[in-house]
């Protein structure tokens, strides 16, 4: 009952099992009875590890290069909002579209594949406290390819401050 569910492929979305059907119109959340006294209630975003995917066919760039910047993070000021499929939650418009901020002299390949990384889990995080003001949870399961890459799941537990739970059964979702 105070677990999340963040399944992170190639979209992402958060989910948590609550006693009501709670509802946001700002967010625009969805809230599907499960059962007569449970409710299946969270955000989805069309952008999820798919970023990471089209990252490193811009940079050529692989998931294992991705995994060592994570491990040892350069310094940036670069800042990435990540809709290049448009974007359900958080702002619900489908012709958005990504940005890159703050690019320098200074900028390189890495501090940029780093602000792409950031970029998607600061996205997550804004569907994740936003399930937060709707229903109580105090960790997190984490599934789906995005879990398969070794240091995320470390960074992402970082950045929401929530315990992760990877589970150990592939395809867990």
Not at 37 to 63: C, M, Q, R
Not at 120 to 147: H, P, R, T
């Amino acid at each position: 009952e105070d677990v999340a569910v963040l399944s992170l492929g190639t979209s992402h979305a958060v989910r948590v099992i609550h006693e009501k059907g709670q509802l946001n119109h700002t967010y625009q959340n969805f809230a599907y009875a499960i059962h007569p006294e449970a409710y299946l209630i969270g955000l989805p975003s069309n952008n999820g590890a798919d970023v990471l995917a089209w990252a490193n066919k811009l940079f050529n760039s692989s998931f294992a290069e991705l995994n060592a910047i994570i491990l040892n993070p350069p310094e940036t000021e670069t800042i990435f909002l990540p809709f290049i499929n448009g974007e359900r939650a958080p702002i619900w418009e489908d012709t958005a579209m990504a940005h890159l901020f703050n690019l320098t002299r200074i900028s390189t390949r890495e501090s940029v594949l780093y602000a792409i990384i950031l970029g998607m889990v600061f996205n997550i995080k804004q569907n994740v406290d936003q399930l937060a003001e709707l229903a109580d949870f105090k960790a997190i399961g984490l599934v789906g390819g995005g879990a398969s890459l070794a240091a995320l799941p470390q960074l992402i537990a970082d950045v929401l401050g929530y315990t992760l739970y990877i589970p150990t059964m592939k395809n867990a979702a």
